[in-house]
């Protein structure tokens, strides 16, 4: 079953400083998507970063970028340069097999982010 | 302005009780899904619809129903509230086809059932 493992409950970075967010995900299929989300305190879920399984080169939007390592089956999070704004929960989610176009995802149980002045 | 609107941000029932949770997007999107969102659980899925008057359930269907007579409406229905079912209810929408379409996420309901 296809399952995706976020292992740090809690983390803190001071602010300007590069913090790095682990997701593991587990799956049989060649083909999926990961993505990541973040969750501020007002609970809304603002989309951050996608890769592509047969994406060659890691994923990059503005201070997020993912590591990639597919034969780890891992897809990290790092923000540079974080702010005090960064501070919230994060998502890691894998898209299933691609069927049919419904696009479901599989969320982690989260990582919450306190960035310290 | 893209956007997923929720009916309440807030909801505060007795068990028992026949609860309604609407979520509405106007992006003309395919694909509509209930989450509920629990400390340590991450998001787990509830239903998720592809079509208009199409259901499908997700991880965790019992004690939920669901109905989308349009397109941009999809609607959660407990109908009988439980105090387990107390609970950060999040609605997303999303295109279909593609694998790389995100989903969009509505601002949530945290439900009480008391």
């Known amino acids: 079953a296809q399952k995706i493992t976020q292992t740090q409950p809690g983390m803190f970075v001071q602010e300007k400083e590069a913090v790095t967010l682990d997701c593991t995900y587990d799956t049989s299929d060649q083909s999926y998507g990961l993505f990541w989300y973040k969750q501020p305190s007002s609970g809304e879920m603002i989309f951050l970063i996608y890769?592509?399984?047969?994406?060659?080169q890691n994923a990059t939007e503005g201070r997020y970028s993912l590591n990639f390592q597919k034969a780890r089956k891992s897809t990290n999070l790092v923000i540079s340069a974080s702010q005090l704004g960064d501070s919230a929960m994060y998502f890691c989610a894998m898209r299933e097999a691609f069927s049919g176009g419904y696009n479901k995802l599989i969320f982690g149980a989260g990582t919450r982010l306190a960035v310290h002045p | 302005d893209v956007k997923v609107t929720q009916s309440s941000r807030y909801l505060v029932k007795r068990t028992g009780e026949k609860v309604f949770l609407e979520c509405v997007q106007d992006m003309d999107h395919e694909n509509m899904f209930w989450y509920r969102q629990d400390p340590g659980l991450g998001l787990r899925l509830i239903y998720f619809?592809?079509?208009?008057?199409?259901?499908e359930k997700g991880d965790i269907p019992e004690g939920y129903s669901v109905s989308r007579e349009k397109k941009e409406r999809f609607s959660l229905i407990l109908e009988s509230a439980s105090t387990n079912q107390t609970s950060m209810y999040l609605c997303?929408?999303?295109?279909?086809?593609?694998?790389?379409?995100?989903?969009?996420f509505g601002p949530g309901t945290r439900l009480t059932v008391l």
């Open positions: 890769q592509g399984s047969y994406d060659e």
């Open positions: 997303a929408s999303s295109l279909s086809g593609s694998s790389y379409n995100e989903q969009f």
């Open positions: 619809s592809y079509d208009v008057k199409m259901k």
